[in-house]
């Protein structure tokens, strides 16, 4: 067995401070293909009840979570199911992640500048309220793809950032940079990425 993924809550900074209980939800299978380096508990996520009844059962109410299941599609959390906790999770259910792969993206948990992401998702959403709508343009294509921020029914759900209690995000968090319209598309963990 190779040596077990190490788990650091202390530097994953979207849960700053870092002074609530600790608990890494993964699969049954993988209990023992994690460790927690200081406190912290690691929990199996009930695949017959879903991550809501899981967090109610087997995590304090005011607790940051990280969720790294590969085996488990997580559906969508009720505020209730939330409570006071602040959840991240490793996109990893969608497709065939393997624990190297959970292990590559750890040390990016690591390193994410929450407080800088939160600035510039500050600086971006005050731009985006004073423009009447997002366009891409692939000039080499002849393409556009325009957005209305503004449209009744859409939501805004910032991924980036400091957690405060009852909120939940992808993890590691989106870095800044430049959407790819053309050339090696967006990959996902266990895709091979190729030129579009």
């Not at 939330?82 to 497709?95: E, F, H, Y």
């Not at 995000?169 to 598309?185: D, F, L, N, T, Y």
Request: aromatic letters at 6%.
């Amino acid at each position: 067995m190779a040596a077990p993924l190490v788990i650091r809550p202390d530097r994953y900074q979207q849960f700053s401070p870092a002074d609530r209980p600790f608990y890494l939800v993964t699969d049954e299978t993988l209990m023992d293909d994690f460790t927690i380096d200081g406190k912290g508990d690691v929990v199996a996520i009930d695949a017959a009840r879903g991550l809501g009844a899981t967090l109610a059962d087997r995590t304090d109410e005011a607790a940051d979570v990280l969720v790294a299941a590969p085996g488990s599609f997580l559906g969508p959390l009720a505020p209730e199911d939330l409570a006071g906790r602040r959840l991240a999770v490793l996109p990893c259910g969608s497709t065939p992640v393997t624990l190297d792969q959970l292990g590559a993206v750890l040390p990016v948990l690591e390193r994410t500048d929450a407080d800088a992401q939160a600035r510039w998702a500050a600086d971006f959403f005050t731009a985006v309220q004073d423009c009447e709508n997002l366009s891409i343009t692939d000039h080499a294509m002849a393409t556009t793809c325009v957005f209305d921020p503004h449209t009744d029914g859409g939501e805004w759900h910032q991924q980036a950032g400091p957690l405060a209690p009852g909120e939940q995000q992808i993890a590691p968090a989106p870095q800044r940079g430049a959407v790819a319209v053309r050339g090696a598309q967006p990959a996902r963990p266990g895709d091979r990425p190729r030129r579009i």
